[in-house]
């Protein structure tokens, strides 16, 4: 007599979630939500350069001390980074197992190459893997001073005013709040889409918000260097 077998057990629901093509894009999404709600409140905080450094050197303290007695000093802050890379990770990760799920399923080619599609689709590609590098860049040289030769511990706008005093700081810091802008733009229409809040009627309006939304951060944090560069903010 055969042995039973036993019972198989039942994937978990986000792991049904996740191996699903429609929850991969949800994942993306959503995660990408959350990180467009991180660049909005972050160019808005990198705004307060402008009005000198006790008001920027002040809220990068308060950034710090949020939840005391609570929460430990720089508690919050650690906490948010654990989200927002957790956000980064499983967007990237997503991204990249539904581009091989999409090859797999068309080894041949289309013959008719559908240009704007594909310029689209390299923008966030190229754009994501600019900015998972930018990020590390960005913690070496503002967060742990590795990169920044003239940083100072605790002074937040002096740091700010030496990495972009350096052709080096301004031209990948540049470079990455580019991708940033066309990543937004084309990232939200699709994140719209994959959610089901982009139809016909709405797909202009879609359209025109991702694109001002696109070009309002990056004229936002091109502002900085930019003010440092012309000796605005020094």
């Not at 990180?35 to 350069?49: D, E, G, R």
């Not at 139809?199 to 502002?223: H, K």
Request: glycine share 8%; proline share 3%; charged share 15%.
């Amino acid at each position: 007599m055969a042995l039973a077998t036993k019972t198989e057990r039942r994937p978990s629901i986000a792991a049904v979630v996740w191996r699903s093509t429609v929850g991969k894009k949800a994942v993306m999404a959503v995660t990408g939500a959350v990180m467009l709600l991180y660049l909005v409140v972050h160019m808005l905080a990198n705004l307060k350069i402008f009005f000198g450094p006790e008001e920027f050197n002040g809220y990068a303290h308060w950034l710090r001390t949020i939840g005391e007695p609570f929460l430990r000093y720089e508690w919050f802050l650690w906490f948010a980074r654990a989200g927002l890379l957790a956000s980064v990770v499983l967007h990237g990760v997503a991204a990249y197992q539904l581009t091989r799920r999409d090859r797999a399923a068309r080894p041949v080619a289309y013959t008719h190459r559908r240009a704007r599609t594909d310029y689209a689709t390299r923008t966030m590609r190229w754009g994501g893997v600019i900015l998972a590098l930018f990020v590390v860049w960005h913690v070496l040289d503002l967060t742990t001073g590795t990169v920044n030769p003239n940083g100072e511990p605790g002074r937040p706008y002096e740091n700010v005013v030496a990495t972009f005093g350096t052709w080096y700081g301004n031209v990948i810091y540049c470079v990455a709040m580019l991708a940033v802008g066309l990543h937004v733009r084309h990232g939200l229409l699709s994140a719209g889409r994959t959610l089901g809040a982009v139809g016909a009627r709405s797909a202009r309006a879609v359209r025109v918000t991702s694109e001002a939304l696109a070009l309002v951060l990056t004229a936002g944090f091109l502002s900085v260097p930019l003010a440092v560069m012309t000796g605005v903010v020094n």
